[in-house]
């Protein structure tokens, strides 16, 4: 088994190399102790690491999409906190709304979603450079919690998860209730949904769903990312036509840089699916201002 050396390594150079896999090329720099930052291609995630351990990740899902899922903070004080200089963690912190605990915990669960996405689709190579080591909270993942994530732990999704199927380049084998689960997901319905309109019995199906989630097969899909959306529509011109229909106006008329997407859909009632499309259609129609959410609208822009 290996163990950590006695005095970390602080002159590693600057370098670029490849690896089979994401825990494969992170095991050298976590045993020799490297401290600097990863770059991650294609990927483009950056893993910092220090002393044996990874401390956080930058370029994956969001601190704050993981703060407001878990209801540590409302979408109000996600606002209020981006809005501040420094840190998103560290000024959550010194406003009382989290501890430290709680946000080491946080950083920790954000590295562990990173490299499991990152072991479905691994990276090309990787680039390494020295850099001091960053303030704390870390996340603090050591080589035997590498080791750990190669069996991910069978947790269940919750049941407002949004799923799409994720792209898969090598043959599968699957039991009939995995099959029968995966047509239902078309990245518009949530678990919930998809499990009724399959007909099987919920344990089976919810065990379904954790093995195909696990193996890659669903991910989460980019309506996922509407709370976390916010814009305002441009200054009027004589060249904008209004839109024809009254349900489109009702939204343009929401779209105010204040409420996120998620608010203005739950207030309006619309579905999901509509309110991505008239998003995305203003978006590249250049009369909206994207004020939060640039990686969230990418992914909705590529799904529509």
Not at 90 to 117: K, N
Not at 184 to 202: C, D, K, Q, Y
Not at 225 to 254: C, D, M
Request: proline share 8%; glycine share 6%.
């Amino acid at each position: 088994m290996l163990s950590l050396p006695s005095t970390p390594v602080t002159d590693v150079p600057a370098q670029d190399f490849t690896a089979r896999d994401i825990l494969t090329a992170l095991q050298k720099p976590l045993f020799e102790g490297w401290t600097g930052r990863i770059m991650v291609f294609p990927a483009r995630c950056k893993i910092h690491v220090q002393y044996g351990r990874i401390s956080a990740i930058e370029g994956h899902c969001p601190l704050g999409r993981l703060l407001v899922g878990r209801g540590h903070i409302s979408e109000t004080q996600l606002a209020q906190a981006l809005s501040c200089k420094g840190p998103l963690g560290r000024t959550l912190v010194q406003d009382g709304l989290i501890s430290e605990a709680q946000l080491a915990d946080l950083l920790s669960l954000q590295v562990q979603q990173a490299l499991d996405d990152l072991r479905r689709h691994p990276p090309t190579f990787y680039s390494f450079r020295p850099r001091e080591a960053l303030p704390g909270p870390h996340a603090h993942l050591t080589l035997a919690d590498l080791k750990k994530l190669e069996q991910p732990a069978a947790t269940d999704l919750p049941d407002d998860s949004i799923l799409r199927l994720a792209a898969h380049q090598h043959p599968v084998n699957l039991s009939p209730a995995d099959w029968e689960l995966l047509r239902w997901f078309n990245g518009r319905r949530t678990l919930a949904r998809a499990i009724e309109m399959s007909g099987l019995p919920p344990v089976q199906a919810r065990a379904a769903a954790r093995h195909l989630f696990q193996r890659g097969l669903l991910e989460p899909s980019a309506i996922a990312g509407l709370p976390l959306i916010v814009a305002r529509l441009k200054p009027a011109t004589e060249h904008r036509q209004p839109p024809a229909s009254i349900r489109a106006n009702l939204f343009l008329k929401h779209l105010n840089g204040e409420n996120t997407m998620q608010h203005i859909v739950q207030r309006l009632n619309y579905p999901l699916e509509e309110a991505a499309l008239m998003l995305t259609g203003l978006y590249r129609d250049g009369v909206l201002d994207l004020l939060r959410g640039e990686h969230e609208m990418q992914r909705l822009l590529e799904e529509y």
